[in-house]
């Protein structure tokens, strides 16, 4: 049978490798926060295209009962449950609105602490990803107010073109523009939104 070894004061002596202080030491925190606020952006976005769908799918519906052939004071049983799911709808994409909202605000605060001009993520310093993020949620508090004024007009519009036109805005983002966060999100890994 084999004795274990004994230790002697040479074997007690361990190697303890000296701290290096690097001038931005909480980098890799920074990081985690930008890519964990990128993240939950690329979730937001995600649902905002979600929920256009299928806000485009009831406008269209909508569109189909051909309002413009009935008399002003005259709706159809169908344009009640179609409006409310309109703006079950529309709700939804103010939650978008509001959570890009505190993710804006908590990357503009996060660029004013970061005070040098080093990336924070490749080659995205934390003051350009706060701008990208401010582009598009004022891009999203447009095409949110857009979607709601057509929301509120689309079941009293007697114009057949006008119904389409606010179809039509509800399927494309006016203001809105992938392109914005496309860069951003291949930066970090993540799948562009279509």
């Known amino acids: 049978m084999s004795v274990t ?34 993240t939950n952006l690329h979730h937001l976005l995600s649902d905002w295209s979600t929920i256009r769908e299928k806000g485009f799918k009831i406008c269209k519906s909508i569109s189909a009962l051909k309002l413009y052939e009935y008399k002003d004071g005259y709706y159809p049983h169908q344009t009640k449950p179609l409006t ?9 994409l103010e939650n978008v609105v509001e959570g890009v909202s505190i993710i804006n605000n908590q990357m503009q605060a996060l660029a004013q602490l970061q005070y040098t001009h080093e990336p924070v993520i490749n080659t995205w310093s934390a003051s350009e990803i706060a701008e990208n993020i401010l582009n598009i949620y004022n891009s999203l508090h447009k095409e949110f107010n857009l979607k709601k004024i057509i929301t509120e007009n689309i079941a009293h ?16 983002d006016t203001f809105l523009s992938m392109e914005l ?9 993540l799948a562009g939104i279509t």
């Open 5 to 38: 070894p004994t230790k002697t004061k040479n074997d007690l002596i361990n190697f303890i490798p000296k701290e290096i202080i690097t001038p931005n030491k909480d980098s890799p925190g920074i990081s985690k926060t930008v890519y964990s606020h990128i």
């Open 157 to 172: 519009c007697r114009d057949e073109n006008l119904i389409e036109v606010y179809v039509s805005s509800w399927e494309f």
């Open 84 to 92: 409310d799911s309109l703006l079950e709808a529309l709700d939804s």
């Open 181 to 189: 966060s496309a860069y951003l999100f291949a930066d970090v890994g």
